[in-house]
């Protein structure tokens, strides 16, 4: 291992000992919720699906993929943060551009109250997320270089 490495490696593992134990069992909690609830959900309409609309089960691949990938983060919370950026901005982009135009038109739906209620859920993203960390490695860090 080159110098540049090791110190690539310590330089890693201080910036995970930033982020507080507590944190990483709540991240752990959340991909495993995510992982487990979700794709308990998921993962039958995949595996039993009838016909559906093409978007539909393109929808539903995605979230099962998300809820695979999850687990993941159960063993590296902080390298699997970008499924949570991930997670955090569908839901918000899908409440904004579809849920609330609808919302002012008036009542909302059933079916679309319902998938505003599963989506809301996705409020607990940034409460859990470690915002100092994440400030440090994707805002302030210089990014992987081009070429």
């Given at each position: 291992m080159t110098i540049a490495a090791e110190f690539q490696t310590l330089a890693q593992k201080e910036a995970a000992h930033d982020v507080p134990l507590w944190r990483l069992y709540l991240l752990r909690l959340l991909y495993g919720a995510i992982a487990f609830l979700m794709g308990m959900q998921i993962w039958p309409i995949v595996l039993q699906h009838g016909t559906m609309t093409v978007m539909r089960g393109?929808?539903?691949?995605?979230?099962?993929?998300?809820?695979?990938?999850a687990i993941l983060g159960l063993r590296y919370p902080l390298k699997m943060l970008p499924l949570l950026f991930f997670e955090l901005m569908w839901k918000a982009i899908w409440l904004a551009a579809f849920a609330l135009p609808e919302a002012l038109k008036g009542p909302l739906g059933p079916d679309m109250m319902e998938t505003v209620i599963n989506t809301s859920v996705g409020i607990v993203v940034p409460l859990v997320l470690p915002w100092r960390y994440v400030f440090a490695n994707y805002v302030k860090k210089p990014g992987d270089r081009w070429r």
């Open positions: 393109v929808a539903f691949a995605m979230l099962a993929a998300l809820s695979a990938v």
